[in-house]
C-alpha cells in the first residue's frame, strides 16, 4: 500500500535567497516560523492561541461533556494558517515571492470524521451539538474500554502488530477513538467518509487532495508490513466495525519529506503565500522535531519536552520494546526503523501544581522579581540535597503512556508531612517526570536498542534546573536542540526537502539542523544518590502498575461513578413536594 513514488523531482531552488515555512499545531497553540533554507536560521515566527483552546467541559454551542474528553476546532486550524504566516513573514521581512515551500506537523493522534470533501462533521448544520462530530485532540482518553478490548482480542488471536506497540494499544490513537464513535453515535460514524488525522488534514486543506503520511499510519494507526488490522480482526470487536479500514481509512501512504501536492488557490487564499508552491506531506510534532536537532543518526534519542513528552530515536534493528507507542519502518526517517515513547503529562503536571496547589506567598514573591512561579519554586528547589525532602510521586496524573500503557492510572505523592514545603512538592513531580524518562530510556537499552545520545527539545529546556535534575536522574548528558520552535523548524526542513532543496532528510537535517552537545553534565554524587531514589521508584511503579495493588482503577471508578450520580442529579427536572397547611 505505501506509495514510494511521490518524492519531488529537485528543483532548481537557490538555498541562499529561498524560503521555507513551518507550522506546528500545539496542544493550544499554533506557530509558524520562515526559515531560510541554506542554513536553518529562523527568520521570523508568530504564534497564535486557539480561540476554543482544549474543548474539555462544553462544546461551543453549550452541550456538556463527560470526562476524559478532549476536543479542538478546524475553524481554529485554519485561522491559524491566516494569522501566523504573514505575521512570521512581516517579523522576517521577507517577500512571499521567495517562499518555495510549506510543511506542517500536528499533535497525534488528533484524528476527525469528515466528508469526502474533507468538509468536517461538526461543522455541518445540526451537529456543531454532538461530541463525536468534532476532532479528538491526542488526549482525548475517554475510549480507554475500547483500547482495552483492542488489546485483550490481539493478545487473545496472537496478532503479530501487537509486540510492535509494547504490547498495548493507546485510548489516544485511531482505532479506539473511532469505535468509540461507533458504539456512542452511530449515526456520526455512519456520516463520516474519512477518519483522517488532523496533521494529514491540514495538507487537504493546502493542495485540495487528500494524503496519507506514513507516521502517523504507523504510530496511530497499527500500520504494519504493509496492512492496517485485519476484517476478521474488527468484526470481533463490533460487526459493524469490520469495514472501518476500507471505507474510512485506507488510502496510498506518501513518505515523510515527500512532496504531498502544490498550494491551492484556496490554499493560497489562507496562507498569503504563493499558489503553485511546494507542500510536503503531513507529519508529527515529535517526529518532525528530529530533523530540527539533527538527530535523525541511529541511537540519538530525542525528548521533545511540553505538556507531555514524546521520545523519538531511529535505528537499524527491530527489538520488541515493552511500552514502546510504536515501532514502524520509515517512522522518522526513510530507511530506517522509528521507534516512539512518551510520557502523557510533564509540563502539565508542573502546570497543575502551580495552577491549583500553590500558595499565595508563593506567588507574591514571583511578582516581587517580575519572574514566574516555576522561576521561584525551582531557586528553592535547587538548593536542596537529593532526597531532601522525603518525598516520591509517581509521575501519572495524565495517565501512563509508557511503559504502562495505561490512561486510567493517577498520580501518587508518598512522604508528605506536615513540614512539606511548596518547593519539595514541586521538585519531587520534576524528579518523578525525570525518572518515568528513565524507565523509558532504561527500556530501550534493556530490549537491545542502543541510545548513544539524549537530546532535549522543547519549552522546558529553559529551565536549568529542570535540565539538570534530568541529567542526574539519567546519569547521561544531554544535548539541548538549537531552535527554540523544534517542531515548526523540523517542519520547514521537510518543506525544503519536498520543494528539492535538498536530496533527503538526512541532508537536509546536517545543514539545517542544530543541537548543543553535552549541554548538561551529571554530577556523579547526585546520579549516585538518585541510583537508591530510582529503586525506590521503581518499586512504587510496578507496586502500583504492574498489579501489586489495584487501588487507582478502582478509585477512578469510584469517581467516575459519583460523577455520573451527581450530572444526573443536576439535570433531573426540579420536583415540589406540596403538603397541606394546618387548619
Known amino acids: 500500500?505505501?506509495?514510494?513514488?511521490?518524492?519531488?523531482?529537485?528543483?532548481?531552488?537557490?538555498?541562499?535567497?529561498?524560503?521555507?515555512?513551518?507550522?506546528?499545531?500545539?496542544?493550544?497553540?499554533?506557530?509558524?516560523?520562515?526559515?531560510?533554507?541554506?542554513?536553518?536560521?529562523?527568520?521570523?515566527?508568530?504564534?497564535?492561541?486557539?480561540?476554543?483552546?482544549?474543548?474539555?467541559?462544553?462544546?461551543?454551542?453549550?452541550?456538556?461533556?463527560?470526562?476524559?474528553?478532549?476536543?479542538?476546532?478546524?475553524?481554529?486550524?485554519?485561522?491559524?494558517?491566516?494569522?501566523?504566516?504573514?505575521?512570521?513573514?512581516?517579523?522576517?521581512?521577507?517577500?512571499?515571492?521567495d517562499v518555495v515551500g510549506i510543511a506542517t506537523d500536528f499533535t497525534a493522534s488528533t484524528v476527525l470524521p469528515v466528508l469526502a470533501d474533507s468538509t468536517p462533521l461538526c461543522e455541518l448544520p445540526g451537529l456543531a451539538g454532538r461530541l463525536h462530530a468534532w476532532p479528538k485532540l491526542w488526549k482525548h482518553h475517554s475510549a480507554q474500554s475500547q483500547a482495552d478490548r483492542i488489546t485483550a482480542l490481539a493478545e487473545r488471536r496472537g496478532e503479530t502488530w501487537l509486540p510492535r506497540y509494547g504490547g498495548k494499544i493507546s485510548s489516544e490513537w485511531q482505532f479506539a477513538k473511532a469505535l468509540q464513535v461507533l458504539e456512542e453515535d452511530e449515526e456520526i460514524y455512519d456520516r463520516a467518509d474519512r477518519w483522517i488525522e488532523a496533521a494529514d488534514w491540514i495538507v487537504w486543506q493546502l493542495t485540495g487532495t487528500?494524503?496519507?503520511?506514513?507516521?502517523?499510519?504507523?504510530?496511530?494507526?497499527?500500520?504494519?508490513?504493509?496492512?492496517?488490522?485485519?476484517?476478521?480482526f474488527l468484526a470481533e470487536l463490533n460487526p459493524r466495525f469490520a469495514s472501518f479500514v476500507g471505507d474510512k481509512l485506507e488510502h496510498p501512504l506518501s513518505p515523510l519529506?515527500?512532496?504531498?501536492?502544490?498550494?491551492?488557490?484556496?490554499?493560497?487564499?489562507?496562507?498569503?503565500?504563493?499558489?503553485?508552491?511546494?507542500?510536503?506531506?503531513?507529519?508529527?510534532?515529535?517526529?518532525?522535531?528530529?530533523?530540527?536537532?539533527?538527530?535523525?543518526?541511529?541511537?540519538?534519542?530525542?525528548?521533545?519536552?511540553?505538556?507531555?513528552?514524546c521520545h523519538v530515536m531511529s535505528s537499524p534493528v527491530l527489538r520488541e520494546v515493552p511500552g514502546m507507542c510504536g515501532v514502524v519502518a520509515d517512522g522518522i526517517v526513510p530507511g530506517l526503523l522509528g521507534y516512539e515513547a512518551g510520557q502523557s503529562a510533564v509540563g502539565d503536571i508542573f502546570g497543575w501544581y502551580v495552577d491549583q496547589q500553590v500558595p499565595p506567598e508563593v506567588h507574591r514573591e514571583a511578582a516581587e522579581i517580575e519572574g514566574s512561579v516555576h522561576d521561584v519554586l525551582s531557586a528553592r528547589a535547587a538548593q536542596q540535597e537529593v532526597g531532601e525532602h522525603g518525598l516520591l510521586v509517581l509521575d501519572w496524573h495524565g495517565g501512563n503512556r509508557s511503559v504502562l500503557v495505561d490512561h486510567d492510572l493517577s498520580g501518587v505523592v508518598v512522604g508528605l508531612t506536615l513540614a512539606t514545603r511548596p518547593e519539595d512538592i514541586y521538585r519531587a513531580l520534576v524528579e518523578a517526570t525525570a525518572f518515568g524518562a528513565r524507565t523509558i530510556v532504561e527500556g530501550f537499552v534493556t530490549a537491545g536498542v542502543p541510545v548513544t545520545e539524549v537530546i532535549v527539545s522543547g519549552g522546558l529546556v529553559h529551565n536549568p534546573f529542570l535540565m539538570q535534575v534530568y541529567a542526574d536522574v539519567l546519569d547521561r548528558p544531554l544535548s539541548i536542540a538549537g531552535p527554540a520552535q523544534g517542531p515548526a523548524v523540523g517542519a520547514a526542513i521537510h518543506a525544503a526537502v519536498a520543494a528539492g532543496a535538498y536530496p533527503d532528510i538526512h541532508a537536509a537535517a546536517a545543514a539545517m539542523g542544530r543541537r548543543t552537545p553535552a549541554a548538561f553534565r551529571p554530577d556523579p554524587a547526585r546520579a549516585a544518590a538518585y541510583d537508591a531514589l530510582f529503586a525506590e521508584y521503581v518499586a512504587l511503579h510496578d507496586h502500583f502498575g504492574r498489579g501489586g495493588t489495584d487501588v487507582l482503577h478502582r478509585l477512578r471508578a469510584i469517581r467516575q461513578n459519583a460523577?455520573?450520580?451527581r450530572a444526573a442529579r443536576d439535570t433531573a427536572p426540579a420536583t415540589t413536594t406540596h403538603e397541606e397547611t394546618p387548619r
Do not use: F
Open 1 to 97: 500500500m505505501a506509495d514510494h513514488g511521490t518524492h519531488p523531482a529537485h528543483l532548481p531552488v537557490d538555498p541562499t535567497r529561498s524560503i521555507v515555512i513551518g507550522v506546528d499545531y500545539g496542544t493550544r497553540s499554533g506557530r509558524a516560523v520562515a526559515v531560510r533554507v541554506s542554513d536553518g536560521t529562523v527568520l521570523g515566527s508568530a504564534v497564535h492561541p486557539y480561540p476554543h483552546d482544549v474543548i474539555t467541559r462544553h462544546l461551543p454551542d453549550g452541550t456538556s461533556l463527560p470526562p476524559e474528553t478532549a476536543l479542538q476546532s478546524p475553524a481554529d486550524w485554519r485561522e491559524v494558517l491566516t494569522v501566523t504566516i504573514p505575521a512570521a513573514l512581516a517579523e522576517a521581512g521577507a517577500d512571499p515571492a
Open 210 to 232: 487528500e494524503t496519507r503520511n506514513t507516521c502517523t499510519a504507523g504510530y496511530k494507526g497499527i500500520y504494519q508490513d504493509g496492512h492496517y488490522p485485519s476484517e476478521e
Open 257 to 309: 519529506g515527500g512532496l504531498a501536492g502544490r498550494l491551492t488557490a484556496a490554499g493560497a487564499a489562507l496562507t498569503g503565500l504563493p499558489e503553485g508552491i511546494a507542500v510536503a506531506v503531513g507529519n508529527v510534532d515529535a517526529h518532525v522535531t528530529a530533523a530540527a536537532a539533527d538527530a535523525v543518526a541511529p541511537g540519538r534519542l530525542l525528548a521533545v519536552m511540553g505538556t507531555s513528552t
Open 563 to 565: 460523577r455520573t450520580a
